[in-house]
């Protein structure tokens, strides 16, 4: 079975702090994807990234970072120097061992920033 | 470019009654999944439609069920609803199935579903 975990359920930093968000997967597809959303009060989940299973090398735009470790099955995202309009609810994603997209979510990290 | 939309925004019913929600995808997307995100919690697969039909289906009983239409406009019905119906439905579009899970999912607004 497949199944996203993020343990840090509450995160508060002040502005202009780095943050990393945990993720943890458990899968046995040896092919699969993983995502991070963003999810700000509207309510809307804004896609961040998507990263293959094969591909573990480590991806930054701007201010995010990524550290994708299959060896520890983690998929974690980094914040540098945080603003306030970083808060919001962050959700790490899976899909894979399936012709369609059946994306499983973790139960989401909130982050607030503290300006 | 289109965003996916969706409608109502908000919608209040009252325990029993049935309730249908509407999705448009973006343009060029033609599938469309749907969510159930309750409170505090993180969103779950419902069913994704493509070509009309139903092409997988998450955890959720035979009371929602779905429609796409030729459009690829897509319809989330439930009926019989209950208390624990209430939450945030979402609706994704991304392109054909056939590329291999892991399709970016362009997610619309949400409809709050309040079930009294």
């Known amino acids: 079975a497949q199944k996203v975990t993020q343990a840090q359920t509450e995160i508060s930093v002040v502005e202009k702090e780095d943050v990393t968000l945990d993720c943890v997967y458990e899968?046995?597809?040896?092919?699969?994807?993983l995502f991070w959303y963003k999810q700000p009060p509207s309510g809307e989940l804004v896609f961040l990234i998507r990263r293959n299973s094969f591909d573990e090398q480590n991806e930054i735009s701007g201010r995010y970072s990524w550290n994708f470790q299959k060896s520890t099955s983690s998929f974690n995202f980094t914040i540098t120097a945080s603003q306030v309009v970083d808060s919001a609810v962050y959700f790490c994603?899976?899909?894979?061992?399936?012709?369609?997209?059946?994306?499983?979510f973790g139960p989401g990290t909130s982050l607030s920033v503290i300006p | 470019e289109t965003g996916v939309t969706q409608s109502p925004t908000h919608l209040i019913k009252t325990r029993g009654q049935q309730v249908t929600l509407r999705c448009s995808s973006q343009?060029?997307?033609?599938?469309v999944s749907w969510y159930q995100q309750a409170l505090g919690q993180g969103p779950q697969f419902i069913f994704q439609y493509y070509r009309e039909e139903e092409n997988g289906r998450g955890n959720f009983p035979p009371r929602f069920s779905g429609l796409q239409f030729p459009n690829y406009s897509s319809e989330l019905n439930v009926n019989a609803l209950e208390l624990d119906d209430s939450a945030l439905y979402l609706c994704?579009?991304?392109?054909?199935?056939?590329?291999?899970?892991?399709?970016?999912?362009?997610f619309g607004p949400g409809t709050r579903l309040t079930v009294l």
């Open positions: 899968t046995r597809d040896t092919t699969y994807y």
């Open positions: 994704a579009s991304s392109p054909p199935p056939g590329q291999g899970a892991g399709a970016e999912q362009f």
């Open positions: 343009s060029g997307h033609n599938t």
């Open positions: 994603a899976l899909s894979g061992g399936t012709s369609y997209d059946k994306v499983i």
